[in-house]
């Protein structure tokens, strides 16, 4: 499932190629996938050009003139790629947002369709699935923030899990920033107190960078704008590597299943 670094690179390449362009056509496949105003997108949406493409945890913003943005959610399988528009359309592909030949074919591809696009009008009547409340970005939290946040009997691997309280970890990233910052994920949030506190925080914020930099971690679906893969799977410490050994102290990485989701750690470097 794409998380905040893989869908920071989309957003960015995003931004590059579509900023101040002008929408020719939409066409959508499937209409389940699309939320929020229900008149045809294609009427919608043509003519206006692209303000602003910006990121709001695992979301995708694109903000059109006269007041419209567009929010893609990748779900656990989505792509948002630009294509010529002579590609071939992959299977799956929902909607398909048409801009200039020289720019190409804004494309939404979801297999599984637990991601879809929402349309946001002032004036359109919204239906469809919500879109649920957002805990505040890690990327921007000071340690008071996130001190308020570990105010929970809960095991902390559940808590950053959990969108509502803090927004855009998932899995991958939230096993690799405990592992940096040596807490078990089980442990109660309540527990960390300082040193440990700041010690995550820095991790998390530390972990999400370097992912960003390496244009994400592809271990299966997700890939950048152009198709690309990301990188930073070679960097994984815990994630995907149950039974090798932890690269700082030789013990294998176990797995244990925490808040229902498979979890990685080092038993000696991450103690309960
Ligand atoms: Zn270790």
Not at 105 to 125: I, K, M, Q, S, Y
Not at 142 to 170: C, E, H, M, P, Y
Request: aromatic letters at 4%; one cysteine or more.
């Amino acid at each position: 499932m794409p998380e905040l670094p893989e869908v920071e690179t989309i957003v960015r390449e995003l931004r590059t190629r579509l900023t101040r362009r002008r929408v020719e056509s939409a066409t959508v496949e499937r209409a389940d996938v699309v939320h929020g105003d229900p008149r045809p997108l294609d009427a919608l949406i043509a003519g206006r050009l692209v303000k602003t493409v910006d990121r709001r945890a695992k979301r995708i913003i694109i903000e059109l003139t006269r007041n419209l943005r567009l929010v893609f959610h990748l779900g656990m399988s989505g792509r948002l790629t630009i294509d010529d528009h002579d590609n071939p359309i992959a299977k799956h592909t929902h909607v398909r947002i048409g801009f200039g030949r020289e720019i190409g074919e804004l494309r939404f591809r979801d297999p599984r369709r637990f991601g879809g696009v929402w349309v946001l009008t002032d004036a359109g009547e919204y239906v469809g699935k919500r879109l649920g409340r957002l805990g505040p970005e890690p990327l921007e939290l000071a340690a008071k923030g996130f001190r308020r946040i570990l105010a929970s009997r809960r095991q902390i691997k559940a808590l950053l899990l959990d969108q509502s309280k803090i927004a855009g970890l998932g899995n991958i990233y939230t096993d690799e920033a405990l592992y940096a910052a040596g807490v078990h994920p089980m442990t109660p949030a309540d527990a960390l107190v300082e040193p440990i506190a700041g010690q995550l925080l820095r991790a998390i914020k530390q972990t999400l960078r370097r992912a960003i930099r390496a244009r994400g971690s592809t271990l299966m679906d997700y890939r950048t704008v152009d198709g690309q893969t990301g990188s930073f799977q070679r960097q994984h410490r815990v994630y995907g590597r149950t039974g090798q050994p932890c690269r700082k102290c030789g013990a294998p990485i176990e797995r244990i299943i925490v808040a229902g989701r498979s979890t990685c750690f080092c038993p000696r470097c991450q103690p309960l």
